[in-house]
């Protein structure tokens, strides 16, 4: 075997796995108020910003040849029905059109979810501290046409309602938006890996847990039924998420389906790189490349990180051994 490693030209001849910038989604935070640039302290190098200094972030963005972006909104105002989330005004839809004036060319990904916009902090409707899911559906469908309205290339349901992905299509056909793809969280599991992330959006439930709806760490077949049905619902893309902790569903998934599969490389796996690192424990580069190349051989075509600004300037040093 050591005869395909002699040197740095026959090691990436016969490479199998290679990053390319055009595979990498990174997560944007949009925050209502004005001149605001909030440091996420579990997340270092996330930050929060109000739509009036969002291009800061998405100058970096577009100069460092990142092509999409996952928009995530925290709006000032949450209230039990998750008004916010379907206002054509609210944050995130003031963010878009925004996004969309300025940078017609960047894929924007919406997020689509009422964790950021409800009081209590859950992904759907509750009554008697039950989420409901039928109820659920309709206000996530609001909240894609609204979004599309907005400008939003491609809408994403991370909330695990059952039969999201079939009412969003439909809803969205019947506005004649054809031809706006669902990448849908399909294989979502409940996850102590987004800690953090709900600093970023403070999203954290109120009371009880996302085990109602969310996956159990412990099914993997269980995962193949949820992609199933939300391919047969219409998904064009379907994900899996977390990432490293799940590189099994990932590689099954991907033996199984045709269809895109999105990876989420999440809040979690992000800041304990970022802490290592910090403490001089790891190589920050090397772990981030070995991990987004894992993610990438496993199956997934799509990668959502927050490493995604850094690994842009990596790939375009010197190319590496
Ligand atoms: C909202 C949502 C979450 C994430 C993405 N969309 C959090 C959750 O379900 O609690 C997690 C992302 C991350 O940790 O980076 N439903
Ligand atoms: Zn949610």
């Not at 577009?62 to 916010?84: C, H, M, N, T, V």
């Not at 894929?107 to 659920?136: P, W």
């Not at 938006?177 to 439930?205: L, Q, V």
Request: include cysteine.
């Amino acid at each position: 075997m050591r005869r395909l490693r002699t040197s740095p030209n026959i090691r990436a001849f016969v490479r199998e796995t290679k990053i390319d910038l055009r595979d990498l989604v990174y997560p944007v935070f949009v925050i209502e108020g004005e001149n605001i640039k909030n440091a996420v302290e579990s997340m270092p190098g996330i930050y929060q910003y109000s739509v009036d200094r969002l291009d800061e972030e998405l100058e970096r963005v577009s100069r460092k040849g990142i092509k999409a972006i996952l928009i995530f909104g925290i709006p000032g105002y949450k209230d039990e029905k998750a008004s916010e989330a379907y206002n054509k005004d609210g944050v995130t839809q003031r963010a878009v059109r925004h996004i969309k004036e300025k940078y017609p060319d960047l894929i924007v990904i919406a997020d689509v979810c009422l964790c950021e916009y409800t009081s209590h902090g859950h992904c759907g409707l509750v009554r008697n501290g039950n989420i409901l899911n039928d109820e659920t559906l309709k206000l996530l469908c609001k909240m894609s046409i609204s979004l599309v309205e907005a400008g939003a290339d491609i809408i994403a349901p991370s909330d695990m309602m059952d039969g999201r992905v079939g009412a969003i299509r439909q809803a969205l056909d019947e506005k004649d938006f054809i031809n706006t793809p669902i990448m849908a969280y399909s294989a979502k599991y409940a996850s102590a890996y987004y800690g953090p992330f709900r600093e970023a959006a403070d999203s954290a439930p109120k009371f009880g847990d996302r085990k109602s709806y969310q996956m159990d760490s412990a099914n993997a077949k269980m995962a193949m039924r949820e992609i199933q049905y939300d391919i047969d619902e219409g998904a064009d893309i379907v994900m899996v998420k977390p990432a490293l902790a799940y590189l099994d569903v990932i590689k099954e998934a991907s033996v199984r389906f045709d269809h895109t599969i999105a990876a989420y490389n999440v809040s979690g796996e992000y800041s304990m790189v970022k802490a290592a690192a910090n403490m001089g424990w790891i190589d920050e580069k090397k772990i981030v490349l070995e991990n987004i190349t894992a993610i990438k051989r496993a199956g997934a075509k799509i990668i959502i990180t927050y490493h995604a600004l850094d690994i842009a300037d990596w790939l375009s040093e010197k190319e590496q051994e």
